[in-house]
């Protein structure tokens, strides 16, 4: 029986593509390997989205010769999301490469896999770019309570700095009867909560032919799939977000009261050079209807420090959006540049050690803003599904929040996959600690 090691790198979409990959690769016969010295094959699925995911599988790469060297029969792969950007040039690079497959040949792996064991001769597969989505579901999921399903793959909007539209493809959506027959099949096997990716899920049902857009799928899952207790989503575009998808996180008990909105930037002059399509004034009308709506829900987002032209008033403009809107969680990236990207053209001009300060400076007024939000929840009963035990105690278990705060609690009882009612005791700017009701 061969073996196989898949490390994944980027999004939860690669998760979730990784998965349908090995599953397939089960399917074939293949057990998992416990290292990559000891597998028969060995695949990387890889993210372009700033230099330094690339940077961290250029390391890995350094390992190739001698890998192969101690196990000549080894198959290398290389997929993903950097397969399909660099195509070819990854034989010139590390000649001990087999195997180059792009995001939308993945349904090929295990055939090409096979080919390439027979002959030995290397194989590139990246000519599907923008193909429907072709990625059969083997059944094989990393855990057995919690499910990531893909509902739409690619990107339709071209925001400056990204290279996800090149290397994900054009906005693909999957048939609605698809997706429910998924989570009804979860539903059986008693999964309690789903999580539906995309790049874009509110431009879900785009060209697909049918009448139901997100929210009308989220009303659709929510009535074939009652027992599913937990519907989570992400990402929402600002441009598309509004009151029919927050008027669907009220009315649908499972939805969960979390919207994950990047932002970006809090200045209109960098949000158009990196063309996000909307406005500051924009989003914040967005979200005070969410907030009128979903008065207990939750606002986390993304942005990007540094960004070609960010002058010191436009990042102080994002500081003080940051301070107003209060998110409860943020993930702060500088700007990398990327190859192919629109914003190449423009001058990379914020210096390096300045765009760390802007980082650093931005996470601390984030850090402080968490903390008193979490802060104010003491005192307060969430319900909580909980994931297991803390890495850290035996006898401490960590789960989240409907709103997808992270609870940590003591429990003699193996809570793993158990829904309780927590009393908030305690808060730090990532956690809450909390005691069994
Ligand atoms: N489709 C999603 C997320 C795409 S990538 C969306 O539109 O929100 C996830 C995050 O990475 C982005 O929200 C952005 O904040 C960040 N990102 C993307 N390209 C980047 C770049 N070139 N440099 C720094 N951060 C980037
Ligand atoms: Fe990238 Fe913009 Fe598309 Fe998100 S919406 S994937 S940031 S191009
Ligand atoms: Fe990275 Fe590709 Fe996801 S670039 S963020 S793995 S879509």
């Not at 190859?339 to 601390?364: F, I, N, S």
């Not at 909980?386 to 709103?403: H, K, M, W």
Request: with cysteine; glycine share 8%; proline share 5%.
């Amino acid at each position: 029986m061969k073996s196989v090691y898949l490390q994944t790198f980027g999004c939860q979409m690669n998760e979730r593509d990784s998965e349908i990959v090995l599953g397939q690769l089960f399917r074939r016969g293949y057990r998992p390997a416990d290292s990559p010295e000891s597998a028969d094959l060995l695949l990387y699925n890889t993210c372009s989205v700033r230099d330094h995911a690339e940077q961290r599988v250029f390391g890995r790469m350094g390992h190739f010769k001698h890998l192969k060297a101690a196990r000549p029969g080894m198959v290398i792969g290389i997929l993903g999301c950097m397969a399909q950007e660099h195509g070819p040039d990854f034989f010139r690079r590390n000649p001990e490469i087999d195997l180059v497959c792009g995001t939308g040949n993945l349904a090929q792996v295990p055939d090409l896999v096979e080919a390439i064991a027979e002959d030995r001769a290397p194989r590139l597969a990246t000519d599907r770019l923008d193909a429907p989505y072709a990625l059969e579901d083997a059944g094989w999921r990393r855990e057995t309570w919690r499910a990531d399903i893909t509902i739409m793959v690619g990107c339709d909007h071209r925001c400056t700095y990204c290279i996800v539209p090149y290397t994900r493809g054009v906005e693909r959506s999957r048939a609605s009867a698809d997706i429910v027959a998924e989570v009804k099949d979860l539903e059986r096997r008693g999964y309690q909560e789903v999580m539906l990716l995309g790049q874009n899920v509110n431009s879900y049902g785009k060209g697909l032919g049918e009448d139901t857009d997100f929210a009308g799928l989220l009303a659709l899952l929510q009535r074939e799939a009652p027992g599913i207790g937990r519907i989570r989503f992400t990402t929402s575009h600002p441009k598309d977000a509004h009151t029919r998808l927050f008027t669907a996180m009220r009315d649908l008990p499972a939805v969960c009261e979390h919207l994950h909105l990047p932002v970006q930037s809090g200045s209109d002059h960098i949000l158009r050079r990196m063309k996000r399509e909307h406005t500051i004034g924009w989003y914040l009308e967005q979200i005070e209807e969410y907030r009128r709506l979903v008065p207990d829900g939750s606002l986390t987002t993304d942005a990007i420090v540094g960004f070609p032209g960010e002058t010191e008033e436009d990042f102080e403009e994002t500081v003080r959006l940051f301070e107003r809107v209060r998110f409860d969680a943020a993930y702060l990236f500088q700007y990398s540049p990327r190859p192919g990207t629109p914003a190449l053209k423009l001058a990379d001009d914020v210096p390096v050690p300045e765009k760390a300060r802007r980082l650093q400076r931005l996470l601390a007024v984030q850090r402080a803003i968490a903390l008193d939000r979490n802060r104010s929840l003491i005192g307060t009963e969430v319900e909580v599904l909980f994931e297991g035990r803390s890495r850290r105690a035996e006898d401490r278990y960590v789960g989240r929040t409907r709103q997808f705060k992270r609870v940590i609690a003591a429990s003699t009882e193996d809570l793993s996959a158990r829904t309780r009612r927590v009393r908030v005791t305690g808060a730090a700017d990532e956690t809450l600690l909390g005691e069994l009701i």
